[in-house]
Structures are given as structure tokens and as C-alpha cells.
């Protein structure tokens, strides 16, 4: 079981961000903080279920991410690297962390929707709004330690290791340009998970 987890793990990734997508699609329409508090609100009794499930769905991808994080974390220390081991594993840890508080949030929104207030909910609303730098924040310290690691091991290609550099110094630039970074990251994370599955030396090590 360990060693099918080794060999498949990383295709959490993929998995994780398809799942992310998905409840970002069931959650329907998104809340502005610029509404006012019955708009926020009344969304939130209309849509209790979606954003429930949505939640679910977000947490289940945040697993998926465990996952192929941890399983990053060891195929980094196998090459010798202990540090960016600990590194991808505490990053990971991060990013997880910041999806399940994220997740908690909106299902403590669907769930009280019709039980708090309007200016409570959109207080709640507004600080679930705001949570995005831990998630935001693991996620590229992650993408980076992996790109690091390729870049002084036999990993992954080097090429593929300044994808991971330049995504995580662009992800956290505080400025719009910031969501180009995002969508290097996942990228990154989408074409390690293949190579590092169907990859020939992933391949020969697993048999």
C-alpha cells in the first residue's frame, strides 16, 4: 500500500484542483463585501445547500492536497535534500490548514445562514472574504521548495524548477499580476503530478 501510495500520491494534485474548481461552481454565485448585509445574507439562505456542498467539496480537495504534498515532501528527501523535505511538508501543512478554515467558514455560513444576523453574517462573510494567505501562502512556499529541489537534484527538469521559482516570487507579490502566479503554481503542480507518476524513473523505481 505504501508503495502504491508513493507512485500515485502525487496525482492528488490534480485531483485536489478539480475538486476546488468544482466547489467553486456548486457554490454559485459569490458574495461581494461591497453589499449590503440583507443582500449577504439572503444569498447565503438561498444558496445554503450549494455553498454547504461547496465546502464539502473544498475540503475534500484539501485532502487530496495532503496528499501529494506529503508525498512530494518524501520523494524531496529520498534525493538527499532533508531541509526542502521539511519544507515542502510544513508548507504543505499550511496550505492545508488555511483550505480547511476556509471551508469551515463557508459551512458555518450556509449552516447559521438563517440563525444570524445580517450584520453578523456579513462580518463572517467579510473575514472569510479576507482568508486566503495561509492557503495562498503554503501553497507557493510549496511550489517553490519542490521547483528548488529540481533545480540542485535529478528530481524534475530544471526547466520545470524555474517555473516553480518564478511562480512563487510572482504569487506573492501583493498586486494583481499576483494571480499569474497562482495559475503558474497550479500549472507547476498539474505537470509534477504526471511526471512524477508516469515518469520513466518514477517507473522503474516503483517496479
Known sequence: MEQKLQRYGPLGAIAGIIL????FAVHGRWASTEESAQEIADLY????????IGSWLAILGALCVL????CMSQRVRDTGQQLLGMLAAGATLIAVAGMAVDSTLRAGLSIQAENMSPESMKTMHAIWDAFFWPMH?????LVLTIGLAALSSGLLPKWLGWIGVVAFVVAMIPAPTMFVGIILSLLFMVITALMMTFGKNTIAAAS
Open 67 to 70: 496528499v501529494f504534498g506529503m
Open 20 to 23: 476546488v474548481l468544482i466547489s
Open 137 to 141: 501562502a503554503g501553497m507557493a512556499t
Open 45 to 52: 439562505v438561498q444558496n445554503q445547500d450549494r455553498v454547504f
